[in-house]
């Protein structure tokens, strides 16, 4: 069982940058690949980034390259998804998940979610 805490969210104004991070329980965060994913209201949840579980491997979804970068310190048991140049569709709920496949972007591929942080890019 891997529990998730996200932290990090709330109000920035265009451009604006926040770090999410994503406190993991347990002893075998190491093992998970992590994920970051959002869902803003009305819309379906998407893919936003993810890492393998040594940290080696990422991919991020086209509107974020460039301005996202997502990283982990398996020795804290944390993910993180720095913000940068942040626009008002970036506005969602953003939830970190773990799973033991290889990084995925499918949201299936992920075991144990977090409860998600707001997110909400002024104009």
């Known amino acids: 069982q891997v529990q998730l805490v996200e932290s990090g969210g709330g109000l920035v104004q265009t451009g604006g940058s926040l770090r999410l991070s994503c406190a993991a329980s347990?002893?075998?965060?190491?093992?998970?690949?992590m994920g970051w994913f959002r869902q803003a209201p009305g819309k379906e949840r998407e893919f936003v980034a993810t890492?393998?579980?040594?940290?080696?491997?990422?991919y991020y979804v086209d509107s974020v390259k460039g301005r996202f970068t997502i990283s982990r310190d398996n020795t804290k048991n944390t993910v993180y998804l720095q913000m940068n140049s942040l626009k008002p569709e970036d506005t969602a709920a953003y939830s970190c998940?773990?799973?033991?496949?290889?990084?995925?972007?499918?949201?299936?591929?992920?075991?144990?979610w977090g409860q998600g942080t707001q997110v909400t890019v002024s104009s």
């Open positions: 998940a773990a799973g033991l496949t290889a990084p995925s972007t499918q949201f299936t591929d992920y075991d144990y």
């Open positions: 890492i393998s579980a040594s940290g080696s491997r990422t």
């Open positions: 347990g002893r075998t965060f190491s093992s998970y690949a």
